[in-house]
């Protein structure tokens, strides 16, 4: 495994902030990592300035921190709370606004779509989310405008994956730790023993026209094989796996489990996991008018399968205990979305893990069901 | 050309299945019945000495209550009306009244427990049938009081 | 915003109201100001938008045959179904679709045709009646049994009547409970399941009510020995975008507004017995 099949280019550690002003001047807004509230979040960068150094963080079930780290690297950290399915599926959108015309109504134009946005720092976790939602969003026979609005036009500078934060298990989803699609540009960073270079993959025509706008070399055999012992110490640093194999079946077996009832004690039925998750994608749509009821407009928010109103169906909700939530929740994940789509709901990043609250870990409780600790069914 | 009462008996699908002896037994308890519209069949409280098998035409279960009766279950051709015959105290405890021309073979309750104790293979047979019948209407009482068609109940969410 | 957005409901003007019971009612609709006509298959529905107030999906009651009109018959269980119940002549109501999955009418031609329906679900059901009535000679035996929960409960009270006049279609409506001056059947409607004739080799089976009711309505007719995959059913969930992306109505694997809402049992056998899926 190389990286020679692509071009392949060799850029300083001051590539970041020139590739994040080239796009800037190419017309992007660039939406980048930035530190806010102990936490790395994506919010729009425009210098290099914004982009966070020498952090690196910490995580396991239900804890987070973000901490200094001396050797002043770009990308110490792995995926915080924030993913970009914020700004390509964003968690509020106007669908439309109307107003009162005699005994009917009218539809007032939308303002305008935002500049065509690049993403900075992708993992190879959050390229597969990417595509996840592409399929869901923009694979049937009726596209979704917002999403379509938003994904066409997006460039993605991806990050290759140095290390393996407390909870992702990306390899075992075959989703990382490196990116061998889906991205304009990729980055491996190179920060070892007093070296401070990145291997650049262009992965697009407009990919290569950036970084034609940036001072690079061409690569080495020596700075591909570096660059492959990057991902490469990512990957035997991933203390967690998930494995799919048989999954789906298990879980459709298990749907009357007592497993679900046991999670369900931990489960505080929070959301906190489906909002986090890159690839989640479940919404509410709320129609809403001004004090004097002759405006009125339509919003699309994000909504989770954990609220109690989300299945709701005159005479009361469908799903009324929290096992029936996190049952949905899980085998959608991991089992009914193959159906849907082809493919796993989840790729590996490990969000739903860090921030649930209790600590619940899907790959623990996936676990449970593939090996039968969880009894099949009660009958 | 008339046709025999053990006949009648014969072609009504509740009997359908007993041996020619168990006919013979219970024609001895039968004779035929009818029933102009709005005529009772039973009435509530009073003895149960028999139940009726409907030949032809509609009769409605009932339960009096002050506003007048309220119909529980309308029953036609081929169906059994009354099992109070078989359980002590042999009381009615609702009402059945014909809701237009009904004919029906009429089968004495005493009579017919008195040939299930002589002959208990009859006994167990028709013991089977009522097991059946009184399984399938606790179904559908069940069923009526779940209320599925009533408005929403006042559990969960309103919208 | 396109007109081609999934999302933005379309004017139609109210050319009638009915007063169906008392909880439920039918709007008759148009095209407002000369739209296009609106075609749609039978079991379809519709989001319905009551200007500020919101928007539920209300199934197509009528004739798929006419172009021209849209009927929805709804029952009034919260604030938006309440604005459109007090729309009158003239007002105007948005409407997106039509959505979902059809009743098989045209696939089982030649077949005996069973409709069961259980209180509001005889308005999903009437225009597949509409039609297999249309199309009469196409089709074997017709029978429909409808449940209700009281007489003053019965929807469609003309075309009950009407349709009870063909002398060759099997009309039965039973309700759960009467006083004397109800001179029909009193019962659930499961019961009559097994008074019906049909050919089980060729007949299909539509039916639409209550989750609990269609259950067991269901095990009547496998019991005589229909195939499970010749029994079809709609189903009810929270449907919120109609087109497959807000999530709310999955059912397993299914997404209701666009799998569904008519499903193949067989599709949703095990699901149906699982709690809280």
Same mark, same amino acid.
């Given at each position: 495994?190389?990286?020679?099949?692509?071009?392949?280019?060799?850029?300083?550690?001051?590539?970041?902030?020139?590739?994040?002003?080239?796009?800037?001047?190419?017309?992007?807004?660039?939406?980048?990592? =930035?530190?806010?509230?102990?936490?790395?979040?994506?919010?729009?960068?425009?210098?290099?300035?914004?982009?966070?150094?020498?952090?690196?963080? =910490?995580?396991?079930?239900?804890?987070?921190?973000?901490?200094?780290?001396?050797?002043?690297?770009?990308?110490?950290?792995?995926v915080g709370p924030h993913s970009w399915k914020r700004y390509l599926h964003p968690p509020a959108v106007r669908l439309f606004a109307a107003r009162r015309e005699g005994k009917g109504f009218a539809l007032e134009a939308q303002p305008q779509e935002a500049p065509p946005r690049a993403f900075f720092g992708v993992r190879p976790c959050e390229l597969a989310a990417i595509a996840r939602q592409d399929r869901i969003f923009l694979g049937g026979a009726q596209p979704d405008p917002t999403y379509r609005t938003n994904r066409e036009g997006a460039f993605l500078v991806a990050v290759q994956?140095?290390?393996?934060?407390?909870?992702?298990?990306?390899?075992?989803?075959?989703?990382?730790?490196?990116?061998?699609a889906g991205f304009d540009l990729a980055l491996t960073e190179l920060s070892d023993g007093g070296r401070h270079e990145f291997v650049v993959e262009i992965g697009s025509p407009r990919g290569r026209d950036i970084l034609a706008k940036v001072p690079h070399r061409l690569a080495t055999e020596d700075d591909l094989n570096a660059a492959a012992a990057v991902t490469a110490r990512a990957q035997a640093g991933m203390g967690r796996s998930l494995e799919a194999e048989g999954l789906p079946k298990a879980l459709l077996a298990g749907l009357e489990s007592p497993r679900w009832e046991t999670t369900a004690a931990r489960c505080l039925s929070c959301a906190n996991c489906t909002m986090v998750c890159p690839t989640c994608f479940c919404t509410t749509v709320e129609d809403t008018t001004d004090l004097t009821g002759d405006h009125a407009e339509r919003w699309r928010r994000w909504d989770s399968c954990f609220t109690l109103d989300f299945s709701y169906i005159h005479g009361g909700a469908v799903r009324r205990t929290t096992a029936s939530r996190y049952r949905q929740w899980l085998t959608h994940k991991f089992a009914t979305w193959f159906e849907q789509f082809g493919e796993?709901?989840?790729?590996?990043?490990?969000?739903?893990?860090t921030w649930c609250p209790a600590g619940i870990d899907v790959t623990e409780e996936a676990r449970a069901f593939r090996t039968g600790s969880a009894p099949k069914e009660r009958t | 050309m008339t046709t025999s009462i053990e006949q009648l008996l014969a072609e009504q699908?509740?009997?359908?299945?007993?041996?020619?002896?168990?006919?013979?037994?219970?024609? !001895?308890c039968?004779?035929?019945?009818?029933?102009?519209? !709005?005529e009772p069949l039973i009435r509530e409280g009073e003895d149960a000495n028999e139940f009726f098998v409907i030949r032809q035409g509609k009769v409605a279960l009932e339960a009096s209550a002050p506003a007048g009766p309220i119909t529980i279950q309308t029953l036609g051709d081929g169906?059994?009306? !009354?099992?109070?015959?078989?359980?002590?105290?042999?009381?009615?405890?609702? !009402?059945?009244?014909?809701?237009?021309?009904?004919?029906?073979?009429?089968?004495?309750?005493e009579c017919m427990r008195r040939k299930c104790e002589e002959d208990h293979d009859l006994g167990f047979e028709l013991l089977k049938r009522f097991s059946f019948l009184i399984s399938e209407r606790l179904e559908a009482t069940r069923l009526q009081l779940l209320d599925v068609y009533s408005p929403p109940p006042a559990r969960g969410l309103r919208r | 915003m396109t007109s081609l957005d999934p999302m933005a409901p379309v004017p139609f003007r109210v050319l009638r109201t009915d007063r169906e019971t008392a909880d439920t009612f039918t709007l008759e609709l148009a095209p407002d100001e000369g739209g296009p006509p609106f075609g749609f298959r039978p079991g379809q529905f519709n989001m319905l938008y009551v200007f500020g107030k919101g928007e539920a999906p209300i199934s197509i009651s009528g004739d798929p045959g006419r172009r021209d009109r849209l009927v929805h018959t709804t029952r009034v269980v919260g604030a938006v179904t309440a604005g459109m119940g007090a729309l009158k002549k003239g007002d105007v109501l948005g409407v997106r679709g039509p959505f979902g999955t059809a009743w098989p009418v045209d696939e089982t031609a030649g077949s005996d045709v069973i409709f069961i329906a259980g209180g509001i679900g005889l308005a999903p059901l009437r225009p597949a009646i509409l039609h297999v009535l249309a199309n009469r000679r196409r089709y074997g035996r017709v029978v429909l049994l409808y449940g209700a929960r009281t007489p003053e409960d019965v929807l469609y009270r003309r075309d009950l009547r009407r349709w009870r006049a063909e002398l060759d279609m099997d009309v039965y409506v039973?309700?759960?409970?009467?006083?004397?001056?109800? %001179?029909?059947? #009193?019962? #659930?409607?499961?019961?009559?399941? +097994?008074?019906? +004739?049909?050919?089980?080799?060729?007949? #299909?089976?539509?039916?639409?009510? +209550? $989750?609990?009711?269609?259950?067991?309505? #269901?095990?009547?007719?496998?019991?005589?020995?229909? +195939?499970?995959?010749?029994? %079809?059913?709609?189903? $009810?969930?929270?449907?919120?975008?109609?087109v497959g992306f807000c999530g709310h109505c999955q059912v397993g694997p299914h997404f209701v507004c666009k799998d569904g809402p008519v499903f193949r049992y067989d599709e949703l056998a095990r699901l149906l017995k699982i709690r809280e899926v």
């Open positions: 495994m190389g990286f020679s099949e692509r071009e392949t280019l060799v850029v300083d550690a001051n590539a970041p902030g020139a590739i994040v002003s080239a796009l800037n001047r190419a017309g992007f807004e660039v939406i980048g990592p =930035t530190v806010e509230s102990g936490s790395v979040v994506y919010g729009p960068i425009s210098t290099g300035e914004n982009l966070p150094r020498g952090f690196t963080d =910490t995580q396991e079930p239900g804890h987070y921190r973000l901490n200094p780290h001396a050797d002043g690297s770009y990308f110490g950290y792995v994956c140095g290390r393996a934060g407390g909870t992702c298990f990306c390899a075992s989803m075959g989703t990382g730790p490196r990116a061998a796993s709901g989840c790729v590996g990043c490990g969000r739903c893990i | 699908p509740y009997f359908k299945g007993l041996s020619a002896s168990q006919l013979a037994a219970i024609t !001895g039968a004779k035929n019945v009818r029933f102009e519209a !709005g169906d059994v009306v !009354g099992w109070s015959w078989l359980v002590q105290p042999h009381t009615w405890r609702f !009402g059945a009244i014909a809701m237009g021309l009904t004919r029906a073979i009429s089968l004495d309750g | 039973t309700v759960d409970r009467a006083s004397r001056d109800w %001179h029909g059947d #009193v019962g #659930v409607v499961t019961a009559l399941v +097994p008074r019906i +004739p049909f050919d089980r080799d060729n007949c #299909v089976a539509m039916l639409c009510g +209550p $989750e609990v009711m269609m259950r067991f309505a #269901v095990l009547e007719l496998l019991k005589r020995g229909i +195939p499970a995959s010749m029994v %079809h059913l709609s189903m $009810e969930r929270n449907m919120k975008c109609a």
